[in-house]
């Protein structure tokens, strides 16, 4: 089993930063490469950001490609998500989640077998 706890979410206006943490404990983290995702209401779980297990390639959803960055540090458990130029479509609950990582291509929800509780992110206009 691996335990994922996001946190870092919040309230911010358009144009503003943050910055999601997600730390991992229960196995070797570095097995493992890691998503966000994220989910507004009413829509589904769409893959936001991939990063592989040593943090060599990373990968973005479009719409925030230039605005977002995916990182690690497998000393710390932790992953990350710099968000910058927030726009009020990125107000969403962000999840991140974790897979063994084959090598593949990792971006959908059911490629993905653990998954933390969630933070709110909200941007206003």
């Known amino acids: 089993q691996v335990q994922l706890v996001e946190s870092g979410g919040g309230l911010v206006q358009a144009g503003d930063s943050l910055r999601l943490s997600c730390t991992a404990s229960?196995?070797?983290?570095?097995?493992?490469?890691m998503g966000w995702f994220r989910q507004a209401p009413g829509k589904e779980r769409e893959f936001v950001a991939f990063?592989?297990?040593?943090?060599?390639?990373?990968w973005y959803e479009d719409s925030v490609k230039g605005r977002f960055t995916i990182s690690r540090d497998n000393a710390k458990n932790t992953v990350y998500l710099q968000m910058n130029s927030l726009k009020p479509e990125d107000t969403a609950v962000y999840y991140c989640a974790a897979v063994q990582d084959r090598g593949y291509y990792y971006r959908v929800v059911r490629d993905f077998d653990y998954w933390g509780q969630g933070t709110q992110v909200t941007v206003s206009s």
């Open positions: 990063i592989r297990r040593n943090g060599g390639s990373t």
């Open positions: 229960g196995r070797t983290f570095s097995n493992y490469g």
